[in-house]
């Protein structure tokens, strides 16, 4: 299983960015989970969304202002980021799993992509 994010980049406070995470892998009912890094700070959890999209969850920080969403008939997770503030700039990476029994939790993720950069000017 292979994961593929895209997106990043430099925007100002205010602006909107969507990052995209590709899976190519034998199956297609992965959850998608997103997670963030800044520079000195842990791995931090941004949002995620089951493999039917039924479910998703959301970081308080980025509640109202982020939306995960999905196309399994591409095989791609979404996330939508609006309103973005200078405290949103990381590294962000997409994660994927089969079985996730908690969805905020890194941990539970099988597969992992490599991040992409989010730079949020003030």
């Known amino acids: 299983v292979q994961l593929q994010a895209s997106g990043g980049g430099m925007v100002q406070a205010g602006g909107s960015l969507t990052l995209s995470c590709a899976v190519s892998?034998?199956?297609?009912?992965?959850?998608v989970g997103w997670f963030r890094q800044a520079p000195g700070k842990e791995q931090d959890f941004v949002a995620a969304i089951s493999w039917k999209g039924g479910a998703t969850y959301y970081a308080d920080s980025v509640k109202g202002r982020f939306a995960a969403s999905r196309d399994n008939a591409k095989n791609t997770g979404y996330l939508r980021m609006n309103s973005l503030k200078p405290e949103d700039t990381a590294v962000y990476f997409c994660a994927a799993g089969i079985t996730v029994p908690t969805m905020t939790n890194s941990g539970d993720y099988e597969y992992w992509g490599r991040g992409t950069q989010v730079t949020v000017s003030s």
């Open positions: 892998g034998p199956y297609s009912n992965y959850a």
